[in-house]
């Protein structure tokens, strides 16, 4: 005779179940602190890597704000010449642009004042300006009022080496002689020199 057959009941089945869950999920803990365990032994085996040098800091481009300005005001142009030992004078004892009895360096070309004053430089003579972008003068691309020339007091010194070094080229529409080059002309006006600097 065959024992009689036992039935679970609801609640034991319930808690065969739970059982069951609570093996699973402990297994899954395992497996997972094996693999972070394991993780862990390879990352400490690895040789220690180097650390990457820190990148140089490039110096910002020289930009148009870095540049040189192209024009001066009369103050700035007036004391880079004399810093450089060059004399300027007023017939009207005035820095006024716009009377023609002044004597004005405002707008001047900063290449203008640097080319003045290598002009006394390589020559060695006294250099005094009495001309500058006052109005008053011809007009034009390059004229005075344009930065490009200046007017200055001639003396032998400065008479001698301008016709030594520069060739003569031509007599200019006022009837000035004109000596220089392509880049810088001279004009020996009655009682200065104009120059041209370009």
């Not at 700035?76 to 300027?88: N, T």
């Given at each position: 005779m065959d024992p009689p057959l036992v039935v679970p009941s609801a609640a034991a089945r319930r808690a065969t179940a739970t059982a069951g869950h609570h093996l699973g999920a402990l297994e899954t803990a395992r497996r997972y602190t094996r693999n972070l365990y394991r993780r862990a032994q390879e990352i400490q085996a690895r040789p220690a890597e180097r650390t990457r040098p820190a990148e140089k800091v490039r110096p910002p481009e020289r930009t148009a704000q870095h540049l040189p300005p192209l024009r001066l005001r009369h103050a700035?142009?007036?004391?880079?010449?004399?810093?450089?030992?060059?004399?300027?004078k007023s017939s009207g004892g005035c820095t006024n642009r716009n009377v023609r009895q002044c004597t004005s360096l405002e707008a001047v070309r900063t290449a203008t004042v640097t080319d003045v004053i290598a002009l006394k430089r390589r020559s060695g003579c006294p250099v005094v300006i009495t001309g500058g972008t006052e109005i008053g003068h011809s007009p034009g691309p390059y004229s005075h009022h344009a930065g490009y020339k200046l007017d200055i007091t001639p003396n032998r010194c400065i008479s001698r080496y301008i016709k030594r070094e520069y060739p003569y080229q031509r007599i200019r529409g006022d009837g000035a002689p004109l000596y220089g080059s392509a880049g810088t002309l001279y004009a020996r006006e009655p009682d200065h020199w104009d120059i041209l600097f370009r």
């Open positions: 700035e142009a007036a004391q880079r010449l004399k810093r450089a030992g060059l004399g300027w």
